[in-house]
Structures are given as C-alpha cells and as structure tokens.
C-alpha cells in the first residue's frame, strides 16, 4: 500500500500542486525514491519504464533541495528527446504552483537558439535539456553547469541508443563539483555500465521497480493473428469501427509507417504519421495536429514518439511486435491514462503466435483473442 504524499516528506504546498493535477497516491517508484532522496539523498540507480511516475519521483526532490535565493543553476536534468525534456518541464512548473517560485528553463534542438540565450540571463535554478543543445550553449558560452549539485540523467538507455555518449561524457566532466547523480534507465545494457562508473559513487543506491508493477492494469491487451500482407486492411477496418476514438498504430522501421500511413490516408482515413526523418518543423506540426485532435489516429515508430504525452487515446495498435520487451510497455502505456481505459492490439504472424505466451509471463498480463463485432 503506498504511502501519502505527505508521509513520503512532501510539503504540503506541493501536495497541494499535485492534487491539482490529478496525482493523489504515489506510485511505487515515487514511494522508494522520494524518501531515498530526500532522507539519504546519495547517489542513485533507478530501473524504471515510461509511465511509472519518474518524473515527479526525481521531480519533487529536486525542486526541494533547490535555493530560490540562489540565482545559480543548482538542478540539471537531461533527457533523450525534445518531448520528453519539454514534458518533464511541464511538469516541474507545475508542481511548484503553490510553492516560493523555483524557475526551470527548457533547452532543446528546434527552439530558437537566441531566445534560449536570452532566457538564460534571467534566474535559472533548474535546467531540462537535451544533451546536444545543452552542449552547443555551453560552447557559445551562454551557458556554466559548473555550479549544478544535482544532476539527473533520465532515459539514460534511450540517450545512448540515440547515439549521446560524448555529450554525455562531457556533461559528467563539466558538473564534477555536483554533490549527487539520479540516474533513471529502463534498461540496462552494457554500455551503460561505463555511465554509472564514470559519474557514480560505489555506494550508489539501486532501487528496481518490479515489472508487475510496471504494466497499468486499466490496459485491455488484445492479440490478432494476421498475415503481413493482410495487416493494412485489418488496420483500416479497425480504425473506421472507432467512431470518434483515437489512438496510435506502431511500426518497428520508418519504412514501414510512412507506408502504413500512406495506404490509410489513400483510404480516405484521417491519419499522420511521426518518424526519425521528419525536421524538427515537421513534427511539431504532426504533433500539434495529433494534440489538437485534428488528426485522429498516428502511425510512428518507436524512438520518433519517446516523450510524448497525448491524452485521451483508447487504443494502441502494434502492426508489428517490438524487437524489445520493454517497448511493448512503453507502447501500450500511451493508452489508459489518467484512470482511464485502454485497449493494447498486437497484430501477430501466424509464425509468431509463441511472442504473447513470452510477454503474458515477462509482463505478468493476461491476452485475449481479439474479435471484430
């Protein structure tokens, strides 16, 4: 049973911020990092997915060790995608609604450089970035991380899967003076191992949150047996029983989703499509429509929709299983937010049928046979 937010050690002016927002009982990440960080407030290695409540179990301890008094950049949080550094933002101003003004600044590819620097000559207690922005402002000198205690790398996998790992380096080099890193990853492959030694004490606090835990139990998982060939009209018919529904529809390469997309909007059916090729310009504008809900169902690939955090969606269709298990989580939790329900459709081969057998025992869910009424 999780404790209140007020057990956990948050003021009750935060608390007041959160309720606001909808967020009553903490999750299981933020019942074991809150008061790690809070109490002991050492280094720490977090295993949690997307979905799970990291950003205000990171979130509400950082903006509680900040000094508004201070005018340096106390706080630095560095996120893989521009959604996600952008959401976490989102999030850390508004939990301080009700709180003495802690100011955080957004850094990110595709905003206007310029007005970045500007905004930086005003207060800064905490920085969100990505690290290559975060890189080229520190180059043109608009920007001194030197003064940063707390350091949190978030999606640590995802940066070094992005291909982050000078920046990164970098990073750890100019904030040595910090007096604690956060790391929080969902995966941990071999290459993140030189993160955690380069930047970690020995001593760093491990916390995992179990994958039982990770899988929201407002999702409905469905499965289709469905031929390659056969995909794309399954998909279509779907898509127009859903009346006024919406949702995503996942392909594992950009090939594949601009096709998808292609065949569908070919059928007169109101879809985008979001993938790694897009301008910065170009997927602002799909993902404002999306938001907008001017267009009513997206096809992307894996790594073009990290970060992002559309409400409302009832469904999420799988066109192909993911090549990592921890994808399917992250897909599938784009649908029942905020206590709602959602439906999770994998459209399997025939050949892969024995993949929902793995996932029912990894993720501890159950599927059933999807059929079309």
Not at 239 to 263: P, S
Request: hydrophobic share 40%; charged share 25%; proline share 3%.
């Amino acid at each position: 049973m999780s404790q209140p937010f007020a057990e956990l050690g948050v003021p009750a002016e935060m608390i007041r911020g959160l309720e606001e927002l909808g967020i009553v009982t903490p999750t299981e990440v933020q019942s074991k990092v809150i008061p790690f960080l809070l109490k002991d407030g050492g280094d720490l290695i977090a295993q949690a997915q997307t979905g799970t409540g990291k950003t205000a179990a990171f979130g509400l301890p950082l903006l509680m060790k900040m000094d508004p008094k201070c005018r340096d950049i106390q706080g630095l949080v560095v996120a893989p995608t521009r959604e996600l550094a952008k959401q976490i933002g989102k999030q850390l101003f508004r939990f301080t609604k009700y709180t003495e003004k802690i100011f955080v600044e957004v850094l990110c590819g595709g905003d206007n450089m310029d007005r970045q620097i500007e905004s930086l000559c005003r207060p800064t207690h905490i920085v969100v970035a990505t690290p290559g922005r975060l890189i080229d402002l520190i180059l043109r000198r608009a920007l001194n991380i030197k003064t940063v205690k707390h350091l949190v790398l978030d999606e640590a996998d995802e940066m070094l899967s992005l291909g982050f790992k000078k920046q990164l380096e970098d990073i750890i080099r100019l904030t040595s003076q910090r007096q604690t890193t956060w790391l929080f990853s969902a995966t941990f492959p071999e290459s993140i191992q030189f993160l955690i030694k380069g930047c970690m004490s020995a001593q760093a606090h491990s916390i995992k949150i179990d994958q039982t835990h990770v899988v929201n139990r407002d999702i409905e998982h469905k499965f289709s047996v469905c031929r390659q060939e056969d995909k794309q009209a399954f998909v279509a018919d779907f898509l127009k029983r859903q009346g006024e529904e919406r949702g995503l529809i996942f392909c594992r390469t950009r090939e594949g989703a601009m096709t998808l997309c292609r065949e569908l909007v070919a059928l007169g059916l109101p879809v985008d499509v979001l993938q790694g090729d897009l301008s910065q310009k170009e997927r602002d504008k799909v993902m404002r429509a999306f938001k907008k809900e001017r267009v009513q169902f997206m096809v992307a690939t894996d790594v073009a929709a990290r970060g992002i955090d559309v409400a409302g969606l009832s469904f999420v269709i799988h066109h192909q299983l993911p090549d990592q298990m921890e994808y399917y989580t992250h897909r599938s939790g784009r649908t029942a937010r905020a206590g709602k329900k959602g439906i999770s459709l994998a459209l399997v081969d025939p050949k892969e049928k024995w993949k929902i057998g793995s996932l029912e025992t990894k993720l501890k869910v159950s599927f059933s046979e999807y059929r079309s009424r």
